[in-house]
């Protein structure tokens, strides 16, 4: 039976209205929900008229204290983080600098403290020299450069990177624009368009780090391309007309180190082979003078122990040599006239083409005498001497 149903017996009013059959009472019903709420947290609870209230005074304690367990428990979990891999957590505890957390979940009290997360693996780049304020610079020939930077780093320091400096990218592109200020500023334009590349850009990064380290910025720089470093579009046409120059002259000082290197060692060759001749005459000379003085000497000696027979066989090998290259033969007897002496046989094998003037023909009255043999003319010569001796 419904609690309002006609006849029931007893008021089963749920607002406690018994003797009244009318709406229940709003500001009845709040203000007993104030009590309960004062009750359940210290405070005294009205009066109840029977154990009614008791009970219900109860069920709220505990469905506000479930309420309560819920909202902690919401709380606890929404402090729950993760921080990936190549990250770290800053955790700030009331605004000020707490920990650095590794990779890996963890959990940290919200509205105490606060996590921000950071990634120190990621490779970052910074371009420099887009616009002409920061593109066009001065070099050490006081000519204009129009150079271009692209500078790439990484997070070394979480804390320092989010807490040293403002604004760390902002301050990278500055520190980057005076650095290469100055080391262009200390170098010529020729040098660092063509082979001073290398070495100006390891100068700038070099720059570049020293200072952002002193400004405790938590960066590290790991590498700075020059991509491009020219004169101003204005005298490009000048400067290429400088640089074909420059290549043509080295492309005649290439050539001619190629003659050189072909020419030289040929005449080195030949130096080295006139050499070795003159020093192979001159070991032929000296032996042959070597060979002629002992012979000289032997001779000597042997003069020594007798003049007289040393002479002689002397004159007669002197004579043996100069007429055997002769193709005359004189034949000397005593007291008789001189008789040429043809030799048929060698004049047949030699051929001379002109005949001496010298040869006159015998006197009629001149009897010709038989040819004698090498011997005898030998002994007559021989004979010829001792008389003129």
Known sequence: MAWNEPGGSGNKDPWGNRNNQGPPDLDEFVKKLQNKLASLFGGKGGSGSNGGSTSGGNAGSISLGVIAVVLVGIWALSGIYIVDQGKQGVVLQFGAFSSITD??????????????????????????GHTNDEALMLTQDENIIDIKFTVQYKVKDAREYLFSVRDPDLTLRQVTESAVREVVGKNKLDYIITEGRVVVSADIGRLIQKILNSYATGITVVNLNM?????????????????????????????????SNDVLPRARGKAARIIQEAKGYEAEVVARAQGETDRFTKVLTQ?????????ERLYLDTMEEVMSNSNKVMVD?????????????????????????????????????????????????????????
């Open 303 to 311: 003069y020594k122990k007798a003049p007289k027979v040393t002479r």
């Open 103 to 128: 990779p890996g979940p963890h959990w940290y009290p919200r509205f105490i403290d606060t996590v921000d997360v950071v990634d120190v693996e990621n490779v970052r780049s910074v371009n420099i």
């Open 333 to 389: 007897v005593k007291n008789s006239n001189n008789l040429m002496y043809l030799p048929l046989d060698k004049l047949m094998t030699h051929k001379p083409s002109v005949v001496e003037s010298d040869v006159s023909t015998p006197p009629p009255t001149t009897r010709r005498r038989a040819p004698t043999t090498t011997r005898d003319s030998r002994l007559n010569g021989r004979q010829r001497s001792r008389e003129v001796r």
């Open 227 to 259: 991509q491009d470093a020219q004169p101003p579009e204005q005298v490009q046409q000048a400067f290429d007309d400088a640089i074909k120059a420059r290549e043509d002259k080295q492309r005649q000082i290439n050539e001619a180190e190629a003659y």
